[in-house]
């Protein structure tokens, strides 16, 4: 049994294997649909769980990069909220025009992600208690904004909303282009650039990344940043696609990116993860909804539970295979492993990361 | 044994200070605003005012934040509180739902199954932290996720009623002229107090919290120990979940306990509990518990939006986190000596 599991790891990489599985599952649900509901096999259903869902990939996206880098970002979604609140009050109350609301609303998201960044940097505080702190704090301005729900009238918004690109025989919302536009610049940056390299030092070994001499001040800040852009950009996307302004948008939304990213086959102990691993991710939370719907005889709660129960199949896949990785090296005895204690419950200790993962991903 | 001693072994008084502090200047506040702020009166035999008004909102907060307490003492979280409160408060409504008029045999297997649904929901956290290796706040993330949408098959998705006057009384009757709520919470409290301080166990909880590889190699049950602590925050979670939809005579999956973890962590992170565990104190967790409640009863009295508690709360988390960061202090203090070198070169 254990010769049959490491032949399988040898043909699947560790670091490469939850991104397998999630394409599988991905394609397994959407078979599974197009098996049981007549019209669900079509290419507009798959084209519409991009326009469904292109905010919250875009959202994921930034996630990744702040899961890649061994943080969390627990402000996403009130992010997008007071995103919506801007844009609408700008634009029906100031009047101005979209091309001047975008770039400032932008701005607006990089820079919060900034802060939260260099507070956890600087302070050594807990990623998780700033964010926390970021949520409360951009949820209660969108209510000092307003409480209202704004509808947006301005032309150009929608415009834009209604704009459709065909593809063949369906069609795309401008929303999908910019998802996809995102998602490329993304994952040029996650693996073509100095600072996507940084993010994946950072995030496997911080200690040693700040020893060979990488900028870590600089790529914390910077994924915090990110995700604070890839969030006010959601914002957008999201404000195209219901066109109007409210606070209570985006409640769970980061739960929802979190999911994604962690389905996506991104370890949460940081250093390992793809962007297009989100993508599937995303797709695959599309998906379960879609299902729900066209099955018509589930109520809506069913989504939540189902993406619970994932997301626990997943993270225990997860330490399957940290668990795994760590008996390989223990056989190949560096010795130092033995020591490390990360098999313990509190995995969430600043202590030594398991050396195999270092050495595995520092060999590939 | 002397009480003070069971409330906190380490810091004493000291780490109590700057919690005490807090409550003092924003019952000041709110008695410049309202000078009958602290006055009583009794009502049909029962006490009225703006303070038992704090105490009795604010009792399934400290419910939770006392299991929050020992979880963080621990080096965990459990973001899943929320969710088993609306679980909690699903499981009972809908065994109540049952009869037109409930018998109190039914009442009482009511508030059993609201236990028994929380103290199940924390051991299925405890086993994901302690015996598979997760972190903790994914471990529980799992539950937040699908917790609501547990509450809401339970419910059917619908907003249940509550009627049955045994029941009601939990969360919205009095004794002895003060409101139940708040005497459950003291006695959960003391109880707990009593449990972890009176014996070995809040050594031990401190001692995982320091070092858990240390203290599983000391051969102490460390797994046992956490499993446990897991199990207890989500009983006082279903507790609590018991309190809320008895005052509020509904059981809501969907809002009931919404963002009520967050205000547990702000609670605990005020009282002085360090989230890099192994310290910890339930006197400050109380303090933070109603310093919370009073901030609230505070904008509300004030007249500021009440929207503008969550800015106000974002604020008050980040100072004190900052406050309790080494590096901050590290900071100041290069900072404060390097503006004094300065005027000395200036003069």
Redesign the interface.
């Known amino acids: 049994m254990r010769r049959v599991f490491e032949a399988l790891a040898r043909v699947v990489d560790p670091r490469t294997l939850p991104i397998a599985v999630t394409i599988l599952l991905f394609c397994a649900l959407f078979g599974f649909g197009s098996v049981m509901y007549t019209g669900f096999f079509s290419w507009q259903v798959l084209l519409d769980l991009l326009v469904d869902n292109a905010f919250l990939l875009i959202v994921a996206i930034g996630m990744t990069f702040v899961i890649v880098s061994g943080g969390i970002d627990l402000s996403v979604g009130s992010v997008v909220a007071l995103t919506t609140i801007v844009e609408a009050v700008l634009s029906e109350h100031m009047h101005l025009s979209v091309w001047i609301i975008i770039p400032i609303v932008l701005l607006m998201g990089t820079v919060f992600g900034a802060v939260q960044g260099a507070l956890i940097h600087f302070f050594r505080l807990q990623a998780f208690i700033v964010t926390l702190a970021g949520m409360f704090f951009a949820r209660g301005l969108c209510f000092l904004i307003t409480t209202q729900s704004i509808t947006i009238t301005d032309p150009t918004f929608q415009k834009i909303s209604a704009f459709r690109l065909n593809i063949g025989v369906g069609s795309v919302s401008a929303n999908v282009l910019i998802a996809l536009v995102t998602l490329a610049a993304a994952i040029y940056v996650a693996h073509f650039t100095r600072f996507g390299r940084n993010v994946y030092a950072v995030g496997g070994n911080p200690r040693s990344a700040l020893l060979m001499g990488l900028p870590v001040a600089h790529t914390r800040i910077g994924v915090y940043a990110l995700s604070g852009f890839c969030s006010a950009l959601g914002g957008a996307v999201f404000t195209f696609y219901v066109l109007s302004g409210y606070g209570l948008q985006g409640q769970g939304m980061e739960l929802d990116a979190i999911a994604a990213t962690v389905i996506g086959g991104t370890l949460l102990t940081g250093g390992v993860g793809y962007v297009l691993g989100s993508l599937f991710g995303v797709g695959i939370l599309g998906t379960i909804q879609t299902l729900i719907t066209f099955d018509g005889t589930l109520s809506s709660w069913w989504t939540r539970i189902v993406i619970g129960a994932l997301l626990c199949a997943f993270c225990l896949l997860q330490r399957l295979i940290e668990r795994h990785a760590k008996s390989v090296t223990r056989a190949g005895g560096t010795g130092a492993v033995a020591t490390s204690g990360h098999g313990h419950a509190h995995a969430e200790t600043p202590a030594p990361k398991p050396d195999s993962q270092v050495l595995g991903r520092a060999a590939g | 044994m002397k009480l003070s001693k069971w409330f906190s072994r380490d810091g004493g008084e000291r780490q109590l200070l700057w919690p005490c502090v807090t409550l003092a200047l924003l019952c000041g506040l709110n008695l410049l605003v309202n000078p009958h702020f602290l006055a009583l009166r009794t009502l049909d035999g029962h006490l009225f005012g703006a303070p038992i008004d704090i105490l009795n909102r604010a009792a399934p907060l400290v419910l939770v934040a006392i299991g929050m307490t020992l979880v963080i003492a621990?080096?965990?979280?459990d973001i899943s509180v929320g969710a088993v409160v609306a679980i909690a408060g699903a499981a009972a409504a809908t065994i109540l739902s049952t009869q037109a008029v409930p018998s109190g045999a039914l009442v009482a297997q009511a508030l059993v199954a609201a236990l028994v649904v929380g103290l199940l929901s924390g051991m299925w956290n405890g086993v994901?932290?302690?015996?598979?290796?997760?972190?903790?706040?994914?471990?529980t993330?799992?539950?937040?996720?699908?917790?609501?949408?547990?509450a809401?098959?339970l419910t059917?998705?619908q907003i249940i009623p509550i009627g049955a006057p045994a029941y009601l009384f939990v969360g919205g009757g009095y004794w002895l002229g003060i409101p139940c709520s708040v005497w459950i919470a003291t006695v959960a409290v003391l109880a707990t107090a009593a449990l972890v301080e009176g014996t070995a166990l809040g050594l031990f909880i401190r001692a995982?919290g320091v070092n858990?590889?240390a203290t599983?190699l000391v051969g102490l049950r460390?797994?046992a120990i956490?499993f446990a602590v897991y199990g207890f925050s989500g009983l006082t979670a279903a507790m609590a979940g018991i309190l809320i939809s008895s005052n509020v005579r509904s059981a809501d999956?969907n809002n009931a306990g919404l963002l009520l973890e967050?205000d547990a962590?702000l609670a605990v992170?005020l009282g002085g509990t360090s989230?890099l565990g192994g310290r910890f104190s339930f006197a400050g967790t109380i303090l933070g518990a109603l310093i919370i409640q009073t901030l609230t009863y505070t904008t509300y009295s004030i007249g500021v939006?009440p929207?503008?508690?969550?800015?106000?709360?974002?604020?008050v988390?980040?100072a004190v986190?900052?406050i309790q960061?080494?590096?901050?202090r590290a900071?100041a203090v290069s900072f404060g000596s390097s503006l004094v070198k300065h005027r000395g070169v200036a003069r």
């Not at chain 2, 302690?130 to 972190?135: A, I, K, N, P, R």
């Not at chain 2, 993330?141 to 547990?150: N, P």
């Not at chain 2, 960061?325 to 901050?328: C, E, I, K």
Request: hydrophobic content about 60%.
């Open positions: 621990t080096r965990g979280i994901l932290v302690s015996f598979v290796g997760m972190q903790p706040i994914i471990a993330l799992i539950l937040m996720v699908a917790g609501r949408g547990i809401q098959l059917a998705g995982i858990p590889v599983r460390s797994k956490v999956g967050l962590i992170t989230l939006p929207e503008a508690t969550l800015v106000v709360k974002a604020a988390v980040l986190s900052v960061s080494p590096a901050a900071l």
